[in-house]
């Protein structure tokens, strides 16, 4: 069957970071410098890598023309920790016309007008299409929880903010996902597992490299120092939202391309399980597509 080579050559480097289940998750049990034991040279995970791409490509042209499914990958991490350049490495080969990508920024007055969850569900993907949120509706009960004067921002009615809201928000995403499952959607997130040491060196190489300056802001440096609030609003949601349905991969992301290979390994998984293939055509179809080869090939 295609793809069974690059599924049992990903799926051991995949199982050890998944986690379905969020009762007892600790954060703490996932080394963000693991890799399995793994040694690669570079070309050979590139290679790898390249492989997995490849194979996705063939897939993803099949989710779009059986138009049943979609697929909903999401990214969360500390800055640095290589969202963009997983993306960019992972769906290098996928076609741009059946996959969406969304970074989500500071929310805008209207939409901070609605309820939490409005601006991401309008950015779900269709049927047959892949589509990847680089931040999502976690921000929500993470930099929303750390920096809880945001929270100020959304205008909540006073005694609908207690003491309950993260768990009532956990809550409400968990069953947003359950929902999306219900529906066709596949989710699958991830958690770029960057540690802080390695959060620094990346941040030096950005101020030591002129090419890398746009990519450095100011407030990487300030949010630092909010390093263990972050990690347990991190901890706490992927305890009430890892489900079957809707799984964490707590990825390390002390090395990138250890990075690329689980995140692709794990969308290459999910998308084994969907055994697409391309529509079978009726009768009528075949009938159809003989009157068109009979004028064109009557054409002088």
Known sequence: MPGTDILESFEKYVRPFRVAKGKGFRLKDFDPADTRGLKMEKKEAADLLQGGSEWLATEQDMLYAQDRWSLLLIFQAMDAAGKDGTIKHVMSGVNPQGCQVYSFKQPSAEELAHDFLWRYAHRVPERGRIGIFNRSYYEEVLVVRVH?????????????????????????????????????????????????????????????????????????????????????????????????????????????????????????????????????????????????????????
């Open 148 to 300: 809880k004067e945001l929270l100020e921002l959304q205008k909540l009615p006073t005694e609908l903010v207690t003491k309950r809201i993260w768990d009532e928000r956990l809550a409400d995403i968990s069953h947003f996902e359950e929902y999306l499952n219900r529906q066709g959607v596949i989710v699958l997130k991830f958690f770029l597992n960057v540690s802080r040491k390695e959060q620094k060196k990346r941040f030096m190489e950005r101020l030591d490299r002129p090419d890398k300056h746009w990519k450095f802001s100011p407030s990487d440096v300030r949010e630092r120092k909010y390093w263990d609030d972050y990690m347990h609003a991190f901890e706490a949601a992927i305890q009430a939202t890892a489900t079957l349905h809707a799984p964490w991969f707590i990825v390390p992301a002390d090395n990138k391309w250890f990075t690329r290979l689980v995140v692709a390994g794990a969308i290459v998984e999910a998308v084994e399980s969907l055994n697409l293939h391309y529509p079978k055509v009726g009768a009528e179809k075949m009938k159809e597509l003989a009157v068109a080869r009979a004028e064109l090939s009557a054409e002088a």
